[in-house]
């Protein structure tokens, strides 16, 4: 029992993390046009949070099968990279093993399927953000 609450309040410090990183980023002209689909991204994850701290698992499922929809919208690829194109496909994986652990009824695999799915917001976020935050650099002659 003890594990689980660890577990839960552990998922819900990171979404809230993961969360907070999709909502704030520098304000950008892709990024406002994209808001909307930015807020409804962060609908599906505050909803995937709340699943898993009430293990209410078609919440988890219906909204991690969302997220994954939501990867495949035009709205989504906001760049054209290859680093970038493998994130997303890292992303979809993690939202389908979060389905998966949800219609298996595994609390802890969607735990850990929600980290894995808040560690490539993360580090899609942050590339984003170097990519459209950095110019290049002149080394000199």
Request: with cysteine; hydrophobic share 40%; glycine share 6%.
């Amino acid at each position: 029992m003890v594990r689980r609450l660890v577990i839960m309040a552990m998922a819900i410090l990171g979404s809230g993390g993961a969360a907070w990183c999709l909502v704030r980023q520098e304000p950008e002209p892709v990024q406002q046009s994209n808001r909307p689909f930015m807020q409804a991204k962060l609908d599906h994850a505050k909803a995937i949070v709340e699943g898993l701290a009430l293990e209410n698992y078609d919440i988890i499922r219906t909204n991690a099968e969302r997220l994954t929809l939501f990867s495949m919208e035009s709205a989504w690829n906001v760049i054209q990279a290859p680093e970038y194109l493998s994130m997303s496909s890292e992303f979809r994986g993690s939202t389908q093993r979060l389905q998966e652990a949800a219609k298996a009824g595994n609390i802890d695999g969607a735990t850990l399927a929600w980290f894995e799915v808040c560690l490539n917001c993360v580090r899609c976020h942050k590339y984003l953000r170097q990519k459209t935050h950095s110019a290049p650099i002149d080394k000199g002659p």
